[in-house]
Nanobody, 123 residues
């Protein structure tokens, strides 16, 4: 089992930036892909960005493409989500999760989840 801990959330003004971190521990070799998901108030959790543990095959949702960048540091068992040009629609709880499946960024395919970190974009 993989344990995941997210950090880096907070309150930021529109147009600002945040970098989220997700640190994995436990059976860190037992996943193929890691992703970031967010749950906005009153909405279902949805995929934001995913990446292979090897660093390849990145995916971004249409809502964040061009503004967010996912990256990983295997030496630190950490995945980052750099979020730029944030807007109020980016508000929500951000979760990281892992899967043993290939090529997916669908929430239902991910089986180990962190507790989430709150991101609030507001003036």
């Amino acid at each position: 089992q993989v344990q995941l801990v997210e950090s880096g959330g907070g309150l930021v003004q529109p147009g600002g930036s945040l970098r989220l971190s997700c640190v994995a521990s436990g059976d860190t070799l037992n996943y193929y892909r890691i992703g970031w998901f967010r749950q906005a108030p009153g909405k279902a959790r949805a995929g934001v960005s995913c990446i292979n543990r090897s660093g390849g095959s990145t995916y971004y949702s249409a809502a964040v493409k061009g503004r967010f960048t996912i990256s990983g540091d295997n030496a630190k068992n950490t995945v980052y989500l750099q979020m730029n040009d944030l807007n109020p629609e980016d508000t929500g709880v951000y979760f990281c999760a892992t899967t043993t499946r290939i090529g997916t960024c669908h929430m239902g395919d991910f089986d180990s989840w962190g507790q989430g970190t709150q991101v609030t974009v507001s003036s």
